[in-house]
């Protein structure tokens, strides 16, 4: 068995969640994720089975799109509905606002220094800053340097706004909610995520945990039929020829050959049912 599955991940789950039950009903061991959703957060996380594990760290290198709902007027410790309020302010009065609403996205779009969350997996002294953060400790964190490559209104009220963000690799979208509270004079935490994009692969192309596990019981080969066809086309956007991690990534050659000539060397290497299956 092997091949990358795309599961549109329930709420109350964690990414961790998700792959343990598919170890559960496929036997499969050798399973794990390419990229973490939050427990809250809802859509697409993209699964790798058995020796496609080895693409995991290739395809979060991936933009990411996301639906989010930013609700102003509080901030919480978490930045995001999960966590406890630790400040209020008022709601500024061009909220419902379209044009002051757009203004204000356009003004995050580009390259910058993002602050992540206490409560996030970032290793600090040894261990999980959210760990950290719950036992009662400071936790300070580096900014890091990420891409808002798109952010687009899709609707504006005087107590939140819906938005689409296209955001590069290790960008959270808590610490975008939380700095537009900001840039409205306000305060702000985001209380719904969805993924709906991870490099290439869109979350219509996901499969719900109950589908694949009715396929599995049908046939231990059944989720074989549900593995993304890697053949067609790349799952992420090739790094350059010359990047530091381009020729260990398995998405591009040690040398510069044609498309063509790529997916036929991976054709070659690649285990047949990760080759041949596809949604």
């Known amino acids: 068995m092997c091949g990358v599955i795309a599961v ?3 709420s109350g789950m964690t990414s961790h969640d ?32 058995g020796p496609a594990t080895r693409l995991s760290d290739a395809l979060m290198a991936g933009d990411k799109t996301y639906e989010a709902r930013v609700v102003f007027g509080a901030a919480t410790d978490t930045d995001d509905a999960e966590g406890v309020v630790v400040a209020e302010a008022p709601l500024p009065a061009e909220l419902a606002d379209e044009d002051f609403a757009r203004a204000v996205l356009a003004g995050f779009i580009g390259e910058q220094e993002q602050m992540p969350p206490a409560y996030s ?8 800053a959210y760990e950290l953060a719950r036992a009662g400790k400071a936790v300070e964190l580096e900014p890091r340097r990420v891409t808002i490559h798109a952010l687009r209104l899709v609707e504006a009220t005087a107590e939140y706004w819906d938005i689409e963000a296209t955001v590069s ?8 909610a939380r700095d537009l509270g900001e840039a409205v004079s306000s305060r702000a935490h985001l209380s719904a995520l969805r993924r709906t994009r991870s490099g290439q692969v869109s979350v219509e192309q996901a499969h719900t945990l109950e589908e694949l596990e009715a396929l599995t ?3 231990p080969t059944g989720i074989n039929a549900c593995f993304l066809d890697l053949t067609a086309r790349p799952l992420v956007r090739p790094p350059a020829p010359d990047a530091p991690d381009a020729r260990h990534s398995g998405l591009v050659p040690e040398s510069t050959a044609s498309e063509s000539e790529r997916y036929s060397k991976r054709r070659e290497a690649a285990p047949p049912p990760y080759l041949e299956e596809s949604v």
């Open 217 to 219: 019981a049908q046939t």
């Open 121 to 128: 997996a970032i290793k600090k002294q040894g261990k999980k």
């Open 8 to 10: 549109d991940k329930p």
């Open 18 to 49: 998700v792959v343990a039950r598919l170890r559960r009903f496929t036997g499969e061991g050798r399973i794990g994720h390419a990229g973490t959703l939050d427990p809250a957060a809802t859509g697409l996380l993209l699964v790798c089975v």
């Open 169 to 176: 690799k290790g960008t959270y979208v808590r610490s975008l």
